[in-house]
């Protein structure tokens, strides 16, 4: 298996240039997320989905939009970049069910910079 | 001024010794709590778990104990090695909710 797969790894952007962030995985996982970490800080929870059609809000969730059309894949899109969303990105996931298991895995990242 | 959150505490420990890492949660009604460990330019990696009907669960080198009256979780680690060198974060769930929420992290740093 791959794990969590997330592309781009960097991205640089213009202030109002929109885009998606990737991310995938082969555990056929039902709860996917995405969080940002800005330098020295923990992470913040953007969006989630327990599953395939479902998402809900996260902690921070202006300005980002999620879409789950599929079990394996969960893609985070910017509408409108800006500065303040400088920052890495990480998408993680887990399986669900009555075994109760919950740990979480996680992505690589993928870097963001907004000019 | 000086911004929160800039700044991770940092826990110094001499190679060998046990390292204690603390987290406070503020939500009583969480009732699972995971340890993550991230290396520099890397993802969190799962540590350790502990469900709310529990008050102390062991892994390899790693404690986990949790203190539901004051709302308190650490997270030991036996014999501190130069690998340990990271940023630990706590994390929890409610028992209502879906989503898993991080706590502030601690750098933890290995004197030789």
Known sequence: ?115 | GESVGLHLPTLSVQEGDNSIINCAYSNSASDYFIWYKQESGKGPQFIIDIRSNMDKRQGQRVTVLLNKTVKHLSLQIAATQPGDSAVYFCAEKGSSASKIIFGSGTRLSIRP
Not at chain 1, 13 to 41: F, V
């Open chain 1, 1 to 115: 298996n791959a794990g969590v797969t997330q592309t781009p790894k960097f991205q640089v952007l213009k202030t109002g240039q929109s885009m998606t962030l990737q991310c995938a995985q082969d555990m056929n996982h039902e709860y996917m997320s995405w969080y940002r970490q800005d330098p020295g800080m923990g992470l913040r929870l953007i969006h989630y989905s327990v599953g395939a059609g479902i998402t809900d809000q996260g902690e921070v969730p202006n300005g980002y939009n999620v879409s789950r059309s599929t079990t394996e894949d969960f893609p985070l899109r910017l509408l409108s970049a800006a500065p303040s969303q400088t920052s890495v990105y990480f998408c993680a996931s887990s399986p669900q069910g009555p075994s109760g298991q919950e740990t979480q895995y996680f992505g690589p990242g993928t870097r963001l910079l907004v000019l």
